[in-house]
C-alpha cells in the first residue's frame, strides 16, 4: 500500500497503528497476521514492513470514527478536536463506502527491512519463465520483498548498432559476437514480461534494460526506447572512449594504456551525461570504474557532488550495487563511503541491487547493503 509523507513517518514513528481503507475485494483478502508492506509516495523503496493485528469493519467512516481512537488512526492530539468522517471523502466518496464498507486496519511496525535486489540479469539463461521463476524462488529463500530484472541492451537485436563503436578493437569485436549477443528481440522479451505480469508470484517483480549509454549513441538508444514500456531504465556506463573499463582485456586497452586520472575524468563526464540524459529512472553502479582497486590521484568529492545534484535533479535512483565486492573482489559493498555520503547529503534515493547473473548470486550482499542506507 501507498501512502503520503505524513501518515507514512507516523507509522514509523508507532504513533499511528491503524490504517483506515475502503473494504473493497483486494481489502477483504486481509487477514490478521498478514503482513503489510507501506511504501512512501514518491518514495517507492522507503517502506515500512508491518504485521496486521486487528481488522475492524464498519458500514462508513462515520460509524468508524465514533468507534475507533482517532489519534491512532493518524491524528495528532491537536487535529483531533476537529476530526471528522467527512476527511475521508478526500480520498473515498459516499458512494464507495456505500457499495464496499470501509476497514481500519491495526497493525504493528515490524523491526525487519524491505530487502530489494533491483538488479539481475537473465542473460545466461532463456527468456522464459521457468528461468525467472529460478531468480523469484532465489529471492524468497533468501528472504528479499522485491526483485527488479533487467538485461542488458546487447542481448537485443535492435540495440546492436548502438555496440559498432566498440568494434575497433579485436577484443571487443569478439566479445560483441558472443552467443549471448543480440539474440533476442524487444518483442520477445515483452512477451515474457506480459506473461510473468499476468502471474500471481510471492514476491513483487519489475522488468527493465540495463541500457550501456554513450553520448554518442543516445539519440539511437532515445529512438529504440521510446517505442516501449518498461517498469524502469538503468543507464549504465561500461565504456570510455570506446573502449569497455571491466573487462579482462581492458587492462591491456585501457588501463595500462592510459593515466587513472584521465579515464576517471572521462568516466564520470559520460556517467554526468548519462544521468542528465533524461532516458532513465535509475542509475548503475556509479563508482564501478574503481573495481580493479586503480584510483586516480585527484580528488573525486565535488564530482560526486555534481552528480549527486544531477541524480537528485533528474529524480533518479542510485544504486548500491553488490557485483563489485563478490564478482570483482573489492572491498566495497558497493558505493564507497565517501560517495555514499556525498549522495546522502544530496538526498539522492538509493536502492540496493546484486547484479546477480545467475540465481545462485540473488540477494548477495542485500542485506548488508540495506543497512548502508540508513
Ligand atoms: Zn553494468
Ligand atoms: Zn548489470
Redesign the pocket.
Known amino acids: 500500500m501507498r501512502l503520503y509523507y505524513d501518515p507514512f513517518d507516523k507509522i514509523r514513528n508507532g504513533e499511528k497503528t491503524i490504517e483506515l481503507r475502503l473494504n473493497d475485494e483486494k481489502r477483504r483478502k486481509i487477514r490478521v497476521g498478514d503482513t503489510i508492506c507501506f511504501h512512501r509516495y514518491e518514495r517507492e523503496y522507503d517502506v515500512i514492513i508491518c504485521t496486521v493485528t486487528d481488522l475492524y469493519r464498519f458500514n462508513s467512516f462515520e460509524e468508524l470514527y465514533r468507534a475507533l481512537p482517532l489519534k491512532q488512526c493518524g491524528y495528532t492530539e491537536e487535529q483531533e478536536k476537529d476530526a471528522k468522517a467527512e476527511d475521508m471523502l478526500e480520498h473515498y466518496s459516499l458512494a464507495e463506502q456505500r457499495k464496499y464498507g470501509v476497514l481500519g486496519i491495526g497493525i504493528r511496525k515490524s523491526d525487519q527491512d524491505y530487502l530489494t535486489d533491483c538488479h539481475m540479469h537473465l542473460e545466461y539463461g532463456d527468456l522464459s519463465r521457468e528461468y525467472v521463476m529460478e531468480f523469484v524462488d532465489e529471492a524468497v529463500k533468501k528472504g528479499i520483498h522485491e526483485i527488479d530484472i533487467l538485461d542488458h541492451t546487447h542481448r537485443f537485436k535492435e540495440f546492436e548498432p548502438c555496440y559498432e563503436h566498440l568494434k575497433i578493437y579485436d577484443q571487443q569485436k569478439q566479445w560483441l559476437m558472443q552467443p549471448t549477443k543480440f539474440h533476442n528481440t524487444l518483442d520477445e522479451y515483452i512477451g515474457l514480461i506480459d506473461e510473468m505480469k499476468r502471474l500471481d508470484l510471492p514476491i513483487k517483480v519489475k522488468f527493465g534494460l ?1 541500457v550501456c549509454y554513450t553520448r554518442d549513441t543516445e539519440e539511437m538508444l532515445k529512438k529504440i526506447l521510446s517505442g516501449y514500456q518498461f517498469d524502469f531504465l538503468t543507464g ?1 556506463v ?1 565504456s570510455i572512449n570506446s573502449i569497455l573499463y571491466d573487462m579482462s582485456f581492458s587492462k591491456e586497452l585501457l588501463w595500462d594504456k592510459y593515466p587513472a586520472d584521465q579515464i576517471y575524468r572521462d568516466y564520470y563526464e559520460a556517467v554526468l551525461n548519462c544521468v542528465k540524459s533524461g532516458l532513465f529512472t535509475r542509475l ?2 556509479p563508482d ?1 570504474i574503481k573495481m580493479f582497486k586503480i584510483y586516480p590521484d585527484y580528488d573525486l568529492s565535488e564530482t560526486y557532488h555534481l552528480l549527486g545534484r544531477a541524480l537528485k535533479q533528474q529524480d533518479m535512483l542510485a544504486e548500491i550495487n553488490t557485483g563489485c565486492r563478490y564478482r570483482y573482489g573489492h572491498p566495497d559493498i558497493g558505493l564507497s563511503d565517501e560517495l555514499l555520503a556525498v549522495f546522502k547529503e544530496e538526498d539522492v534515493q538509493l536502492i540496493t541491487g546484486s ?1 546477480a547473473h545467475k540465481p545462485a548470486d540473488v540477494g548477495s550482499f542485500i542485506k548488508e547493503a540495506t543497512q548502508r542506507i540508513k
Open positions: 540495463e549504465a561500461h548503475a553502479h564501478t547484479d
